[in-house]
């Protein structure tokens, strides 16, 4: 007989929704500006880099990976874009695309050293992250890029919905989870990707090519990673060659609070959307709070302990 | 008497490792409709023939006839292809996946028109429906197929396994150690569905260690011993204790009476 418990959804990916309620319960108890459209909208726009940037990464967990590159992959691709365009006079889409293009780069190279010489994710990306540091501060003489054209901050535009501003790259942001959602739940090619997660010797002896998905995972999260340069420049309005610092775990930390296990094979990538609002949600409330900038990283640390404790008793418990 | 239909052969295969030859000229054949164990100590060469067998290794040298035809598998997927379905030990299934998806991995469906062919979304109704419909035929009692594997016992999970590569066999189906690490009632659950499996018209390859599981089950016994095939020998006629001297060289192949030999 299957139970109401059998139905529900198990605590890991409840997770993310109980945070956020009781966030929010919080913040609108204890601040008055918390519960305005305006404030949501704002949040939205500050959760956009890190929720593109979550999906890529949500792709390499599921495969039990990790990507430690992902917000330096960012910054590049944002100084590479804005500063072609400021050099060399480039159009701006073709400025876009090599951005894109870099990032896209880097997700090969992690993908084929993790493959073809099987490294562990963790000590590629730990590499390519050093690495794609250095190049972003040396091309950019670790100066900011201020000349940016208008068309690549398009995407920071809002529009009115019901009366309150939308910035497109939100838009876009919920657009790309809705495709990533679709994608691993209702084709062959997604669901390979957590058959690869779950049990990679099976999966190859299966006859899947277990290299061919890890390595479009890894294409694809650079893939994500460029496309959230975009959305950083369009947000900022500038080629920052020192971002991505803190947008580097932020992306971790939503994957994890979003319910996707470290150990791979199991999680929903809509998950990590509610977990780049918790984390974008508790950013914003503590600061409305006036709570230093140093608790709000203390909090969000012991978040991904509790999130990753979760999963490891779960795990467990579910055996 | 007719000679036997053969299913399945192989001639002098050789496989190299380095400097360790793990098959030094082995020759194989299945007969349709039989249950045949694959027994040899470790070091035998009976996993390098099984993966030579499925197409998870390419042999070295000699051949593999499939009804009498010659075929070269370079990998699982065309091994597949040929109505080859393999089931490895402990390494199966994805647990966190349901049975449905785990029987179709690798060979999902997709839908009808614009859905399938443009979104290559998935059938999952039909995969489901079908699901129910195979394992009902194998008489595996699992209530719900969207259920994720890992809320099975193991002997359910194994059924699983060996069910995967059974539903879709249409030529020959090779299970690796199906009855390791199970329970004596969640063993012989599995036995029931080989025998089951074999029943239905497919050869059934088995390979194990447990003598007993053998000796309840297999048609014939193929002995591997030095990347060789030692013997063939018939489990009705030769003793268990006979059985592991050939296996382990103390019973020299030429002194096993005729009429031991399968």
New interface residues.
């Given amino acids: 007989m299957?139970t109401v418990k059998?139905r529900l959804p198990p605590l890991s990916q409840l997770g993310p929704f109980i945070a956020l309620a009781v966030a929010c319960t919080v913040f609108g108890l204890t601040t008055d500006n918390f519960f305005t459209a305006a404030n949501f909208s704002l949040i939205l726009q500050q959760v956009m880099v890190v929720g593109v940037i979550a999906i890529g990464q949500t792709l390499i967990v599921l495969t039990a990976g990790i990507d430690l590159s992902c917000g330096m992959l960012m910054a590049l691709g944002s100084i590479v874009m804005t500063k072609v365009a400021q050099d060399f006079g480039l159009p701006t889409p073709l400025a876009i695309l090599l951005g894109i293009g870099a990032t896209t780069l880097f997700g090969l190279l992690n993908g084929l050293l993790v493959t073809r010489i099987k490294l562990p994710p963790f000590i590629v990306t730990l590499g390519t992250m050093n690495v794609a540091f250095a190049i972003t501060q040396l091309y950019s003489s670790a100066q900011t890029v201020t000349e940016v054209p208008e068309g690549m901050t398009w995407l920071g535009n809002t529009f009115e919905l019901a009366g309150n501003p939308v910035a497109y790259g939100v838009v876009l942001m919920v657009a790309l989870y809705l495709a990533t959602w679709?994608w691993l739940r209702?084709?062959?090619?997604g669901?390979?990707v957590?058959?690869v997660g779950?049990?990679p010797?099976?999966?190859r002896?299966?006859?899947?090519p277990t290299d061919r998905v890890l390595l479009g995972v890894y294409v694809l999260a650079g893939l994500f990673y460029g496309i959230a340069s975009l959305l950083s420049v369009a947000r900022t309005g500038v080629g920052d060659p020192n971002g991505g610092q803190t947008e580097n775990l932020d992306a971790i930390t939503a994957v994890v609070l979003g319910g996707t296990s470290l150990f791979g094979?199991?999680g929903v990538v809509l998950g990590t959307l509610a977990g780049a609002i918790v984390v974008g949600v508790l950013r914003n409330g503590l600061t409305l709070m006036g709570v230093s900038s140093v608790y709000q990283v203390l909090i969000t640390g012991i978040l991904v302990i509790v999130a990753v404790t979760v999963d490891q008793l779960s795990r467990k418990g579910?055996? | 008497m007719a000679a036997p239909q053969i299913v399945m052969q192989a001639r002098g295969l050789v496989k190299r490792y380095g400097q360790v030859t793990a098959l030094d000229g082995a020759d194989f054949e299945l007969r349709a409709g039989e249950i045949l164990a694959v027994i040899g100590d470790n070091g035998a060469g009976k996993s390098s023939l099984i993966k030579a067998l499925s197409g998870a290794t390419i042999p070295d040298e000699g051949e593999i006839l499939l009804d009498g035809r010659p075929v070269h598998f370079r990998n699982p997927m065309e091994a597949r292809r040929e109505g080859i379905e393999c089931c490895y030990q402990d390494l199966a299934v994805a647990p966190a996946m349901t049975i449905a998806e785990n029987l179709f991995l690798g060979r999902e469906l997709r839908r009808e028109g614009v859905l399938g062919n443009l979104l290559r979304m998935l059938d999952k109704k039909k995969m489901l429906e079908i699901a129910v419909e195979r394992m009902a035929d194998l008489k595996v009692g699992i209530r719900s197929m969207t259920q994720a594997v890992e809320t099975l016992s193991g002997g359910q999970r194994q059924c699983v396994a060996v069910a995967r590569a059974a539903a879709f066999a249409r030529h020959v189906v090779i299970l690796d150690e199906p009855t390791a690490a199970l329970g004596v009632k969640e063993g012989n659950m599995v036995l029931e569905l080989i025998r089951r499996v074999r029943d239905k018209g497919l050869p059934v390859i088995l390979i194990s260690h447990n003598m007993p599981h053998v000796f309840e089950i297999a048609d014939r016994i193929h002995v591997a011993r030095l990347g060789r095939r030692a013997a063939v020998l018939n489990p009705k006629r030769i003793s268990m204790s006979d059985t592991v001297a050939v296996m382990t060289g103390a019973m020299k192949p030429e002194d096993i009476p005729a009429d031991c030999l399968a």
Avoid at chain 1, 186 to 189: F, G, K, L, P
Avoid at chain 1, 205 to 208: M, W
């Fill in positions: 299957s059998d679709f209702d084709t062959a090619s669901r390979h957590y058959a779950n049990n010797e099976a999966t002896l299966i006859g899947i094979g199991r579910g055996r």
